[in-house]
Protein backbone atom coordinates (compact mmCIF):
# COMPACT_ATOMS: atom_id res chain seq x y z
CA UNK A 1 0.00 0.00 0.00
CA UNK A 2 0.87 3.77 -0.38
CA UNK A 3 3.23 4.61 2.52
CA UNK A 4 2.84 8.20 4.79
CA UNK A 5 5.21 9.59 6.45
CA UNK A 6 4.98 12.35 9.45
CA UNK A 7 7.38 14.39 11.64
CA UNK A 8 8.17 14.60 14.39
CA UNK A 9 6.80 11.56 15.79
CA UNK A 10 6.66 13.23 19.29
CA UNK A 11 7.36 16.68 20.04
CA UNK A 12 7.31 17.89 23.68
CA UNK A 13 7.16 22.19 23.82
CA UNK A 14 6.51 24.63 26.38
CA UNK A 15 3.11 26.63 26.32
CA UNK A 16 2.86 29.75 24.07
CA UNK A 17 5.36 28.08 21.00
CA UNK A 18 4.51 26.91 17.27
CA UNK A 19 4.79 23.49 16.25
CA UNK A 20 5.05 22.53 13.08
CA UNK A 21 3.65 18.85 11.87
CA UNK A 22 4.49 17.65 8.13
CA UNK A 23 2.66 15.01 6.74
CA UNK A 24 4.12 13.64 3.50
CA UNK A 25 3.07 11.06 1.08
CA UNK A 26 5.99 9.15 -0.20
CA UNK A 27 5.06 7.11 -3.32
CA UNK A 28 1.79 9.16 -4.83
CA UNK A 29 0.26 12.25 -5.04
CA UNK A 30 -2.28 13.43 -2.41
CA UNK A 31 -4.89 15.72 -4.08
CA UNK A 32 -6.63 15.18 -0.59
CA UNK A 33 -5.07 15.48 2.99
CA UNK A 34 -6.96 15.14 6.01
CA UNK A 35 -5.88 16.15 9.56
CA UNK A 36 -6.88 14.89 12.77
CA UNK A 37 -7.17 14.62 16.35
CA UNK A 38 -7.53 12.33 18.60
CA UNK A 39 -7.40 12.52 22.58
CA UNK A 40 -6.70 9.24 24.85
CA UNK A 41 -9.12 6.00 24.48
CA UNK A 42 -11.18 8.57 22.15
CA UNK A 43 -12.07 8.32 18.57
CA UNK A 44 -9.84 10.11 15.65
CA UNK A 45 -11.77 13.71 15.28
CA UNK A 46 -11.32 15.41 12.15
CA UNK A 47 -9.68 18.98 11.99
CA UNK A 48 -10.09 19.53 8.41
CA UNK A 49 -9.69 18.75 4.91
CA UNK A 50 -7.03 20.28 2.69
CA UNK A 51 -6.49 19.93 -1.04
CA UNK A 52 -3.15 21.40 -2.85
CA UNK A 53 -2.83 24.44 -3.86
CA UNK A 54 -5.97 25.82 -2.16
CA UNK A 55 -7.30 26.82 1.46
CA UNK A 56 -7.81 24.31 4.07
CA UNK A 57 -11.47 23.47 4.74
CA UNK A 58 -11.94 23.38 9.24
CA UNK A 59 -14.59 21.51 10.67
CA UNK A 60 -16.72 23.19 13.26
CA UNK A 61 -15.13 24.37 16.55
CA UNK A 62 -11.35 24.34 15.17
CA UNK A 63 -9.75 27.35 15.17
CA UNK A 64 -8.23 28.06 11.54
CA UNK A 65 -6.06 30.78 13.30
CA UNK A 66 -4.65 28.41 15.89
CA UNK A 67 -4.00 25.46 13.39
CA UNK A 68 -2.72 26.50 10.27
CA UNK A 69 -2.55 24.11 7.47
CA UNK A 70 -0.69 24.66 4.15
CA UNK A 71 -0.45 21.97 1.28
CA UNK A 72 1.52 23.69 -1.13
CA UNK A 73 2.42 20.34 -3.02
CA UNK A 74 1.19 16.86 -3.96
CA UNK A 75 3.20 15.05 -1.56
CA UNK A 76 3.26 17.66 1.58
CA UNK A 77 0.84 18.93 4.40
CA UNK A 78 1.66 20.88 7.30
CA UNK A 79 -0.14 21.81 10.37
CA UNK A 80 1.14 24.66 12.23
CA UNK A 81 -0.16 24.96 16.07
CA UNK A 82 0.40 28.12 17.11
CA UNK A 83 1.03 29.57 20.76
CA UNK A 84 0.14 25.80 21.75
CA UNK A 85 -1.19 25.38 25.53
CA UNK A 86 -1.65 22.12 27.57
CA UNK A 87 -5.00 21.39 26.48
CA UNK A 88 -3.33 21.15 22.49
CA UNK A 89 -1.52 18.14 23.68
CA UNK A 90 -2.84 15.19 21.85
CA UNK A 91 -2.09 12.86 18.99
CA UNK A 92 -2.44 14.51 15.74
CA UNK A 93 -2.67 12.14 12.40
CA UNK A 94 -2.93 12.95 9.11
CA UNK A 95 -4.09 11.02 6.27
CA UNK A 96 -3.67 11.67 2.20
CA UNK A 97 -5.77 10.32 -0.24
CA UNK A 98 -5.36 9.85 -4.50
CA UNK A 99 -7.47 11.46 -6.87
CA UNK A 100 -9.59 8.76 -7.84
CA UNK A 101 -9.62 6.57 -4.88
CA UNK A 102 -11.85 6.28 -1.74
CA UNK A 103 -9.25 4.83 0.84
CA UNK A 104 -7.13 6.88 2.52
CA UNK A 105 -3.47 6.14 4.20
CA UNK A 106 -2.55 7.31 7.94
CA UNK A 107 0.64 8.53 8.52
CA UNK A 108 2.07 6.98 11.98
CA UNK A 109 0.40 10.11 13.91
CA UNK A 110 2.62 12.45 16.34
CA UNK A 111 2.06 12.99 19.73
CA UNK A 112 1.92 16.52 21.30
CA UNK A 113 2.95 17.20 24.81
CA UNK A 114 2.37 20.94 25.77
CA UNK A 115 4.20 21.87 29.37
CA UNK B 1 -24.45 14.11 9.02
CA UNK B 2 -23.65 10.23 8.70
CA UNK B 3 -23.31 8.84 12.30
CA UNK B 4 -21.35 5.52 12.68
CA UNK B 5 -22.20 3.33 16.15
CA UNK B 6 -20.03 1.28 17.71
CA UNK B 7 -22.23 -0.14 20.79
CA UNK B 8 -19.03 -2.10 22.60
CA UNK B 9 -16.49 -0.40 23.95
CA UNK B 10 -14.65 -2.99 25.00
CA UNK B 11 -14.77 -6.70 24.08
CA UNK B 12 -12.92 -9.84 25.16
CA UNK B 13 -12.46 -13.04 23.34
CA UNK B 14 -10.38 -16.03 23.99
CA UNK B 15 -7.70 -16.95 21.52
CA UNK B 16 -8.43 -19.10 18.29
CA UNK B 17 -11.85 -17.97 18.93
CA UNK B 18 -13.93 -15.90 16.49
CA UNK B 19 -14.84 -12.29 17.43
CA UNK B 20 -17.91 -9.98 15.85
CA UNK B 21 -17.40 -6.22 16.35
CA UNK B 22 -20.42 -4.39 15.68
CA UNK B 23 -20.97 -1.35 13.48
CA UNK B 24 -24.32 0.48 12.63
CA UNK B 25 -24.71 3.75 10.31
CA UNK B 26 -27.18 6.02 9.74
CA UNK B 27 -27.29 7.27 6.65
CA UNK B 28 -29.55 8.67 3.67
CA UNK B 29 -27.41 8.64 0.84
CA UNK B 30 -27.16 5.72 -2.28
CA UNK B 31 -23.57 5.75 -2.57
CA UNK B 32 -21.39 5.09 -0.05
CA UNK B 33 -18.52 2.61 1.87
CA UNK B 34 -17.63 1.55 5.16
CA UNK B 35 -13.97 0.86 6.48
CA UNK B 36 -12.37 -0.91 9.23
CA UNK B 37 -9.10 0.31 11.29
CA UNK B 38 -7.21 -1.48 13.57
CA UNK B 39 -4.80 0.62 15.95
CA UNK B 40 -2.69 -1.09 18.22
CA UNK B 41 -1.13 1.14 21.13
CA UNK B 42 1.73 2.72 18.98
CA UNK B 43 -1.02 4.64 17.23
CA UNK B 44 -0.83 3.84 13.79
CA UNK B 45 -4.35 3.54 11.54
CA UNK B 46 -3.92 0.16 10.20
CA UNK B 47 -6.94 -0.35 7.14
CA UNK B 48 -8.04 -4.04 7.48
CA UNK B 49 -11.31 -4.27 4.88
CA UNK B 50 -13.54 -1.75 3.12
CA UNK B 51 -17.35 -2.55 1.70
CA UNK B 52 -18.64 -0.61 -1.14
CA UNK B 53 -22.57 -0.04 -0.05
CA UNK B 54 -22.93 -1.36 -4.35
CA UNK B 55 -20.90 -4.61 -3.69
CA UNK B 56 -23.02 -7.45 -3.63
CA UNK B 57 -20.76 -9.87 -1.95
CA UNK B 58 -19.61 -9.48 1.45
CA UNK B 59 -16.01 -7.96 1.48
CA UNK B 60 -13.08 -10.50 2.57
CA UNK B 61 -9.55 -10.17 3.76
CA UNK B 62 -7.93 -13.42 5.16
CA UNK B 63 -8.79 -13.45 8.46
CA UNK B 64 -11.05 -10.65 8.02
CA UNK B 65 -14.37 -10.64 7.02
CA UNK B 66 -17.26 -8.16 7.09
CA UNK B 67 -20.99 -9.07 7.25
CA UNK B 68 -22.87 -6.31 5.88
CA UNK B 69 -26.36 -5.55 5.83
CA UNK B 70 -27.59 -3.06 4.14
CA UNK B 71 -31.30 -3.18 4.91
CA UNK B 72 -30.12 -2.63 8.78
CA UNK B 73 -27.17 -0.55 7.79
CA UNK B 74 -24.74 -2.73 9.72
CA UNK B 75 -21.56 -3.49 8.51
CA UNK B 76 -19.67 -5.71 11.61
CA UNK B 77 -16.34 -6.54 11.67
CA UNK B 78 -15.80 -10.55 11.79
CA UNK B 79 -12.19 -11.80 12.90
CA UNK B 80 -11.55 -15.27 12.87
CA UNK B 81 -9.30 -17.50 14.74
CA UNK B 82 -8.27 -14.64 16.97
CA UNK B 83 -4.81 -14.35 17.44
CA UNK B 84 -2.93 -12.24 20.33
CA UNK B 85 -1.33 -9.73 18.25
CA UNK B 86 -4.99 -9.19 17.40
CA UNK B 87 -5.59 -6.88 20.63
CA UNK B 88 -5.88 -3.66 19.54
CA UNK B 89 -8.37 -0.91 19.07
CA UNK B 90 -10.92 -1.02 16.19
CA UNK B 91 -12.61 1.78 14.52
CA UNK B 92 -15.77 1.46 11.51
CA UNK B 93 -15.33 4.36 9.64
CA UNK B 94 -18.27 5.51 7.20
CA UNK B 95 -17.26 7.50 3.58
CA UNK B 96 -19.78 9.11 1.85
CA UNK B 97 -19.26 8.79 -2.43
CA UNK B 98 -20.45 11.08 -4.62
CA UNK B 99 -19.56 13.81 -7.48
CA UNK B 100 -18.16 16.93 -4.97
CA UNK B 101 -17.98 14.85 -1.99
CA UNK B 102 -14.34 15.32 -0.14
CA UNK B 103 -14.60 11.82 0.67
CA UNK B 104 -13.98 12.36 4.29
CA UNK B 105 -14.63 9.77 6.71
CA UNK B 106 -16.43 9.68 9.69
CA UNK B 107 -15.49 7.18 12.46
CA UNK B 108 -17.47 5.42 15.15
CA UNK B 109 -16.20 5.25 18.78
CA UNK B 110 -14.07 2.42 18.53
CA UNK B 111 -14.48 -0.78 20.11
CA UNK B 112 -10.91 -2.13 22.60
CA UNK B 113 -10.67 -5.80 21.66
CA UNK B 114 -8.31 -7.82 24.05
CA UNK B 115 -7.28 -11.54 23.19
CA UNK B 116 -7.06 -13.22 25.81
CA UNK B 117 -4.44 -16.91 25.98
Known amino acids: GAVVSQHPSRVICKSGTSVKIECRSL??????MFWYRQFPKQSLMLMAT?????????EQGVEKDKFLINHASLTLSTLTVTSAHPEDSSFYIC???????????FGPGTRLTVL | AQKITQTQPGMFVQEKEAVTLDCTYD???????LFWYKQPSSGEMIFLIY??????QNATEGRYSLNFQKARKSANLVISASQLGDSAMYFC??????????????FGSGTQLTVLP
Open chain 2, 93 to 106: AFIRISSGSARQLT
Open chain 2, 27 to 33: TSDQSYG
Open chain 1, 50 to 58: SNEGSKATY
Open chain 2, 51 to 56: QGSYDE
Open chain 1, 95 to 105: SARAAKYNEQF
Open chain 1, 27 to 32: DFQATT
